[in-house]
Nanobody
Framework: QVQLVESGGGLVQAGGTLSLSCIAS????????MGWYRQAPGKERELVAG????????NYAEPVQGRFTISRDNAKKTVYLQMNSLKPEDTGVYYC????????????WGQGTQVTVSS
């Protein structure tokens, strides 16, 4: 059974930094896609950043470009999200996502970790 376990959320002031980690377990193969989605209150879940297995191709949502960095360690089955210059609008529940095949959304989800940025 595949499990994605996030860690690293919390409360930070605007302009601060946070780092998220997500460890995958129970998967036979390395995921083609790993990424982070977030859901703010009253809004739909949206892609924040994703990274492909081969070539390390990344995809960032426009609001976080230049501030967030996604990376992965395939040997550790872990994906990271470094978040700098955080803004109140970055507040939400951040979900780890992973899957096989193409695209930027996988079938597997973590339980989510809360990120709150105060102004």
């Amino acid at each position: 059974q595949v499990q994605l376990v996030e860690s690293g959320g919390g409360l930070v002031q605007a302009g601060g930094t946070l780092s998220l980690s997500c460890i995958a377990s129970g998967s036979t193969f390395i995921f083609d896609f790993m990424g982070w989605y977030r859901q703010a209150p009253g809004k739909e879940r949206e892609l924040v950043a994703g990274i492909r297995r081969f070539g390390g191709t990344t995809n960032y949502a426009e609001p976080v470009q230049g501030r967030f960095t996604i990376s992965r360690d395939n040997a550790k089955k872990t994906v990271y999200l470094q978040m700098n210059s955080l803004k109140p609008e970055d507040t939400g529940v951040y979900y780890c996502n992973a899957g096989y095949g193409g695209g930027w959304r996988g079938n597997y989800w973590g339980q989510g970790t809360q990120v709150t940025v105060s102004s």
